[in-house]
């Protein structure tokens, strides 16, 4: 369902917006959809997962960063 809606509204915005705003609307989107779900969560389970999910997190972050700066060191803009 959120892909779905993401989609419907990127259709209807892509020639009016820049793609940060579209990103952002994006984002908004997901969370609009997965808000419901979040009283049904413990706070001690959510603490169980972060301490099982923060090395990966840490892992995503470093690959993010590594591919945006290699791209901004490739990138004819910045040379």
């Known amino acids: 369902m959120q892909v ?3 989609i419907v509204a ?3 915005v892509i020639g ?3 793609p940060a705003a579209l ?3 994006r ?7 997965l808000a419901p779900f979040v009283p049904l969560v ?3 389970r959510i603490a169980r997962l972060g301490e099982a999910v923060t090395p990966w997190l840490l892992l995503g ?3 993010i960063v590594a ?3 290699t791209g901004v060191r490739s990138s004819r803009a910045c040379q």
Do not use: K
């Open 4 to 6: 779905g809606a993401a």
């Open 10 to 12: 990127t259709r209807f």
């Open 16 to 18: 009016a917006t820049t």
């Open 23 to 25: 990103a952002l609307l």
């Open 27 to 33: 984002h908004a989107i997901a969370l609009a959809c």
């Open 42 to 44: 413990s706070l001690q």
């Open 61 to 63: 972050l470093a690959l």
């Open 67 to 69: 591919g945006l700066w």
